[in-house]
């Protein structure tokens, strides 16, 4: 059983001998040969077994483009959560910075009125 690449049409790299299917636990695409049909294969992404479809040709190209969907868009998937890990990453990191700021902004208004009130001392006491 071969694993077909998520991308690309999986209906036009198999010849009209194979079957193109899913996994029914991981969804990932495969391609075996028509021999297979019927028969419970282990699936080589997640391990467990998977039962090779016995329907017609155009069912068995319906489900191939299905597949090649489903794993696309758990390509998808995968991706748009990495870049929104990526993306919060910064937003926390920004966070801290601007909290930093908020602390030496409050540090430098204590500091003017303290430095205020003792000019007012000293300008009021002459």
Not at 28 to 44: I, N, P, W, Y
Not at 63 to 89: C, P, Y
Not at 117 to 124: C, P, S, V
Request: neutral net charge.
């Amino acid at each position: 059983m071969q694993p077909s690449s998520g991308a690309s049409a999986p209906a036009a790299q198999s010849t009209s001998n194979d079957i193109v299917f899913a996994c029914s636990h991981c969804a990932t695409s495969f391609v075996v040969d028509a021999a297979a049909a019927g028969l419970a294969l282990e699936c080589q992404s997640c391990g467990k077994p998977t039962r090779v479809p016995t329907q017609s040709a155009a069912v068995i190209e319906a489900n191939a483009a299905n597949a090649a969907r489903v794993s696309d868009l758990q390509h998808q998937l995968k991706e748009n959560a990495s870049q929104r890990t990526e993306i919060t990453g910064y937003i926390n990191q920004l966070s801290i910075q601007l909290h930093r700021w908020q602390l030496r902004l409050k540090e430098l208004n204590e500091r003017k009125a303290k430095l205020d009130a003792e000019l007012g001392t000293i300008t009021g006491a002459k």
